[in-house]
């Protein structure tokens, strides 16, 4: 009777241990919040009550159990907005926070969520999941935050949507530094990651996974099954730099950047789809730096990136590198792979900088080829043939290629021994998904550790019926990849129906003020033909196009105090002009936007305007960008400065915006600053601006330009000065070109404007 005892007391404890503990506690203010946190006990479930939590710093700890977590989540998922200047941290054991929606506001620590209350107490076994996360930006763009970094072991973000993030530092982040946060194995899972904008300068990641100091360490993070979309801040959507990550069947759309092990060891790239549009160089694929990685059965379609966006980027290391900088590529393998109408996918020695040597510390020389690294097993499939699948920056010596074929259409290319010469034809499996229907009898390398690689893309076991790249031969189920429902909150979506621009006439000055104030985003003022006197800065902060009615032709003169523009573009405001005729008083502005405060990106287009007796046609001030400015057939006269974008001058590779184009335009009587683009910095982590002047005239101007250039661009990676006339331009210089980088001039007449130079290797600040 006594061990009957026993054994029924033992089981009952047992299963009372077990027992999920749920105990409900609604909250709606941040003095409920914090008593309930104060006093949760495992199976605590605090419930925030529907409404908005302005300027409200949560600290949400306590000690749950694996059992029995304590949670902290929304009575309404989707309904508990955190806005103002707020911020989410968490520490103890097992916690789970969901349902959240961060909006309207920033941070006011580092962290818009920290996986730790301080130093000492750090997160395990703790959960964010289906939340939001939008536009919750730092006013200033240079005040780098994280939105989510991770701290502890053992924590997870999962179905959430995170998006618009335009200040500095990653979007995601896991810190290693402490014996806390080593061997982590925290998950990131499930997510969307909606469109983080193009940034202009560096610290632009969506995810980093610790940093060069703690690149030796071992993190074990895992992400997964996430879609990134327009993930566009700089050149490494995520940036690995610790030890034993995984990064599996992840989807890149229509990302400019790429994968990158760009410090620390061993990772796995394994079953991710990187897809682009045939069209866009800068949507990137795998960039490889450092050692042991191993890429397998991933699915490349239409990325037609070049050296550090190529579809599979191998760089050269600096012999001896410190921490923060390039380490040789040693021990990788590339199997199994698939590479559809991509343009020269494999390219080696990406990033060598020999020929920089006389502007170069030695320290910063990539000289250091790849080693003992594998390409085997690889398909690739190309519509149109493509003469180059293989590009040597440098050589690939180092390099060992079995059994990869491809389908070139019968064009010829340098590469034969490498990649053999194959028929075969495509299968449509889903949207963007083009699967090869290869022969059974081709060959399959199978190298040390192969054996290892066990499935393929889809699951597909290897093992039964193996062949090359990233799928086994079969029927192929549709993946759906692209279906948004499949990640992110479950209760939020960033679809949004197209609606045909609403369009209000405009009949005189004051309906003019009216109306741009009361359109909605999208809308269209036009403008009844005549003068429209404005005194007061007009607010651009949404959207919006104004334009003549018709055949029409308004002019809106404007009067406004020293150094206002007539149109201030605020954070949001993207503004076309057509066919209007702006005119100032020689002291103030045309357009220019917020100097202090700029949240978020403005834009501009003029076409078929004049400009004239302004002090500036565009005035950019530091700390702002726009993803795209451009002039079209428009004549701009009389000015004192014209397009200046040259006041981010800390040299840390930041920009004012991604792309500036004038087209058909004539400057006449522009005294300074006539086209002003300024990028410093020795800084490749970004596509480095882009400038296209073309088919344009320039006369009588550059009279006051202090350094005799008329066109300033120092810095920019990409220039393009085409089919121009420059007449009577007292300068030394027109132009200035970056030799080493994508600069170009042709088909441009010169009469009287001194001349075009090539300055092959331009010294610039390094930043590291």
């Known amino acids: 009777m006594n061990k009957l005892f026993l054994t029924i007391s033992l089981f009952l404890t047992l299963i009372s241990c077990n027992e999920k503990v749920t105990n409900s506690i609604l909250v709606s203010n941040n003095i409920e919040l914090k008593e309930a946190i104060e006093n949760a006990k495992a199976g605590d479930d605090i419930v925030l009550k529907e409404g908005i939590y302005k300027d409200i710093e949560i600290k949400f700890y306590g000690e749950g159990t694996k059992e029995n977590p304590i949670s902290l989540r929304a009575e309404t998922v989707g309904k508990v907005f955190i806005e103002g200047v707020s911020n989410l941290r968490i520490g103890g054991n097992y916690l789970e926070v969901s349902g959240l929606f961060f909006r309207n506001g920033y941070t006011p620590t580092k962290d818009a969520i920290a996986f730790k209350i301080n130093n000492d107490t750090v997160a395990n076994y703790s959960s964010v999941t289906n939340c939001v996360i939008l536009d919750y930006n730092q006013l200033q763009r240079d005040k780098d935050d994280l939105w989510v970094q991770f701290y502890g072991t053992h924590n997870k973000l999962a179905n959430c949507y995170i998006a618009g993030k335009t200040n500095g530092g990653p979007t995601v982040r896991v810190d290693l530094k402490g014996n806390q946060s080593i061997r982590n194995y925290h998950q990131i899972v499930n997510n969307h990651f909606g469109p983080r904008p193009r940034k202009g300068g560096a610290r632009g990641e969506t995810i980093q996974l610790g940093s060069s100091f703690t690149s030796m360490s071992p993190s074990n993070t895992t992400i997964a099954n996430n879609l990134f979309e327009e993930c566009n801040g700089e050149v490494e959507i995520i940036s690995s730099k610790t030890n034993f990550n995984l990064i599996k069947n992840n989807v890149f759309y229509k990302s400019e950047g790429s994968v990158v092990t760009r410090h620390g060891n061993y990772a796995t790239i394994d079953g991710n789809y990187f897809i682009g549009d045939g069209e866009n160089k800068q949507f990137g694929g795998i960039r490889i730096v450092n050692t042991g990685h191993t890429i397998i059965n991933n699915y490349f379609y239409n990325i037609i990136g070049e050296n550090f966006r190529s579809p599979l980027a191998v760089m050269n290391g600096i012999p001896k590198s410190p921490l923060n900088r390039y380490n040789q590529v040693t021990d990788v393998v590339v199997a199994y792979n698939t590479y559809v109408n991509c343009k020269s996918p494999w390219q080696f020695g990406v990033g060598t900088n020999i020929a920089q040597a006389a502007v170069l510390p030695k320290s910063e020389i990539r000289s250091a080829r790849a080693l003992r690294t594998v390409v085997a097993n690889n398909v690739i499939y190309n519509k149109e043939g493509d003469k180059n699948p293989i590009i040597e920056h440098d050589k690939a010596d180092g390099v060992k290629f079995k059994d990869n074929i491809i389908n070139n259409q019968g064009v010829d290319y340098a590469d034969s021994k490498r990649i053999k010469a194959t028929s075969f034809e495509l299968t449509k499996v889903g949207e963007q998904v083009y699967l090869p229907k290869l022969k059974s009898d081709l060959d399959i390398y199978t190298g040390f550790g192969f054996n290892t690689i066990t499935e393929d893309l889809f699951g597909n076991s290897r093992k039964k019926a193996n062949s090359i790249g ?52 999208g809308a269209v003022l036009e403008l009844k033909e005549g003068t429209y006197a404005i005194s007061k800065s007009l607010i651009i902060n949404k959207t919006i196009t104004i334009q003549s009615k018709e055949s029409e032709k308004a002019k809106i003169t404007y009067s406004g105090l020293d150094d206002s523009p007539l149109f201030e573009l605020n954070p949001y405001g993207l503004l076309n002009i057509k066919n209007i005729t702006l005119s100032g008083n020689g002291k103030n502005h045309a357009f220019a936007n917020l100097n202090k405060n700029m949240s978020n990106h403005f834009g501009l287009t003029v076409s078929g305007s004049q400009i004239s007796n302004f002090n500036y046609v565009l005035k950019a001030y530091k700390q702002t960008f726009a993803e795209e400015v451009t002039f079209k057939n428009s004549t701009i006269s009389n000015c004192e400065n014209g397009i200046e974008l040259s006041e981010e001058i800390n040299d840390r590779g930041d920009y004012n915006t991604e792309y500036l184009t004038v087209d058909n335009c004539t400057f006449n009587n522009v005294k300074q600053n006539v086209i002003d683009y300024y990028r410093g910095g020795y800084d490749e982590s970004t596509i480095g601006g882009n400038l296209l002047v073309s088919n344009s005239t320039f006369t009588n101007s550059g009279s006051k330009e202090k350094n005799k250039m008329l066109l300033n661009h120092r810095g920019i990676v990409n220039v393009n000065i085409t089919n121009n006339t420059f007449k009577n331009n007292k300068v030394q210089f027109v132009s200035i070109l970056w030799g080493a980088k994508n600069n170009t001039a042709s088909k441009n007449t010169l009469v009287n404007s001194g001349k075009i130079k090539t300055e092959e290797n331009l010294v610039m600040k390094l930043m590291y």
């Open 470 to 521: 990233a799928t086994v031969q079969g029927e192929f189920k549709d993946p759906s990849i692209l279906d948004k429902t499949k990640y992110g909150a479950d209760w939020y979506s960033n679809v949004v129906e197209a609606k045909e621009a609403k369009v209000y006439a405009v009949n005189n000055s004051s309906e003019l003020i009216a109306k741009l104030k009361e359109a909605e985003n």
